[in-house]
């Protein structure tokens, strides 16, 4: 992983009006904030308040293709040893002579998990499955499948390859519990970078926790990053929270909460789920890198 030169988190000696800075965060003296949805918060005390942009060496960008795939869950690929698998895009067709429905899935030790929401494909017609930083990324072994309703499906998808070395890596959780769940806490010594709709870059906009709930019914849920010592509470009634609005997802949807971009070190991005199952997973891309010295 090559790092670029950093930049200096805004400093201000007041905070602007949470109307005209949502999603945004600040240093203010020798404190990091995150405007929230209701307050600002204070994320905790950031004197080495860099954030790198990233750019990952020794990537090869390769075009995997397949054709008459079967009815149910079939495997696309894994990663080759040594390496891992940032999903791009992907363009499927649909020439089985009816209208089909599929979804992307993961299967990770030998389990399948679904990765995105079910949708439609009419006969002699295309789907577009755009992936980058809201697809897990993946590791040897780690395999990319596609779930169709019918027999016949061609298409192709384009991966970033890179070396397992980087420190850009996946985080998950394959069944989550009733309340608090952690799904990931930054090391000490260390800060982390979680990728915006334009990847790990150096923007301040906010990230996104992927949620799949296949429990079988309907879930709620929030997320937020929690430094060291504090909790996760209710975004719209708890006195100290990082957390978005509480979103609902039906069974067999994926969805998406916002975090903030940055976790410092020892704090922890946490989501809330209002009901336990092994049908919940959520997952996380990260990117880690020592705190300068």
Same mark, same amino acid.
């Given at each position: 992983?090559?790092?670029?030169?950093?930049?200096?988190?805004?400093?201000?000696?007041?905070?602007? @009006?949470?109307?005209?800075?949502? $999603?945004?965060?600040?240093?203010?003296?020798?404190?990091?904030?995150? @405007?929230?949805?209701?307050?600002?918060?204070?994320?905790?005390?950031?004197?080495?308040?860099?954030?790198?942009?990233?750019?990952?060496?020794?990537? &090869?960008?390769?075009?995997?293709? =397949?054709?008459?795939?079967?009815?149910?869950?079939?495997?696309?690929?894994?990663?080759?040893?040594?390496?891992?698998?940032?999903?791009?895009?992907?363009?499927?067709?649909?020439?089985?002579?009816?209208?089909?429905?599929?979804?992307?899935?993961?299967?990770?030790?030998?389990?399948?998990?679904?990765?995105?929401?079910?949708?439609?494909?009419?006969?002699?017609?295309?789907?577009? &499955?755009?992936?980058?930083?809201?697809?897990?990324?993946?590791?040897?072994? $780690?395999?990319?499948?596609?779930?169709?309703?019918?027999?016949?499906?061609?298409?192709?998808?384009?991966? $970033?390859?890179?070396?397992?070395?980087?420190?850009?890596?996946?985080?998950?959780?394959? @069944?989550?519990?009733?309340?608090?769940?952690?799904?990931?806490?930054?090391?000490?010594?260390?800060?982390?970078?979680?990728?915006?709709?334009?990847? =790990?870059?150096? +923007?301040?906009?906010?990230?996104?926790?992927?949620?799949?709930?296949?429990? /079988?019914?309907?879930?709620?849920?929030?997320?937020?990053?929690?430094?060291?010592?504090? +909790?996760?509470? $209710?975004?719209?009634?708890?006195?100290?929270?990082?957390?978005?609005?509480?979103?609902?997802?039906?069974?067999?949807?994926?969805? =998406?909460?916002?975090?903030?971009?940055?976790?410092?070190?020892?704090?922890?991005?946490?989501?809330?789920?209002?009901?336990?199952?092994? /049908?919940?997973?959520?997952?996380?891309?990260?990117?880690?890198?020592?705190?300068?010295?």
């Amino acid at each position: 992983m090559e790092i670029k030169s950093g930049f200096e988190l805004p400093l201000v000696t007041t905070l602007p @009006s949470l109307a005209s800075e949502p $999603d945004h965060l600040y240093q203010l003296g020798n404190d990091l904030y995150h @405007s929230g949805t209701y307050r600002w918060n204070q994320l905790l005390a950031c004197p080495d308040a860099l954030i790198p942009q990233m750019a990952i060496r020794g990537v &090869i960008p390769r075009l995997y293709f =397949f054709s008459n795939l079967l009815l149910g869950t079939m495997d696309i690929g894994t990663p080759p040893v040594g390496y891992k698998w940032m999903i791009r895009s992907s363009r499927i067709k649909n020439n089985t002579g009816a209208s089909i429905t599929i979804y992307p899935a993961v299967k990770f030790s030998g389990t399948y998990y679904r990765a995105f929401s079910t949708q439609a494909i009419p006969n002699n017609s295309t789907a577009s &499955i755009n992936g980058s930083y809201l697809f897990p990324i993946l590791e040897n072994g $780690d395999y990319l499948a596609i779930n169709s309703t019918a027999t016949g499906l061609t298409g192709w998808i384009y991966v $970033d390859e890179f070396p397992a070395s980087v420190e850009v890596k996946c985080v998950k959780l394959l @069944s989550m519990s009733t309340g608090n769940n952690t799904l990931y806490t930054c090391p000490v010594g260390a800060n982390a970078i979680l990728p915006s709709s334009s990847g =790990f870059t150096q +923007s301040l906009g906010p990230s996104n926790v992927a949620v799949a709930n296949q429990s /079988g019914t309907s879930r709620t849920f929030y997320a937020g990053v929690i430094p060291t010592g504090q +909790s996760l509470t $209710d975004p719209a009634t708890g006195s100290y929270s990082l957390a978005g609005i509480a979103s609902t997802f039906a069974t067999n949807a994926v969805g =998406f909460l916002n975090v903030p971009c940055y976790v410092p070190s020892q704090a922890s991005v946490v989501v809330n789920a209002s009901g336990a199952s092994a /049908g919940l997973i959520c997952w996380l891309n990260v990117y880690e890198y020592l705190i300068p010295t």
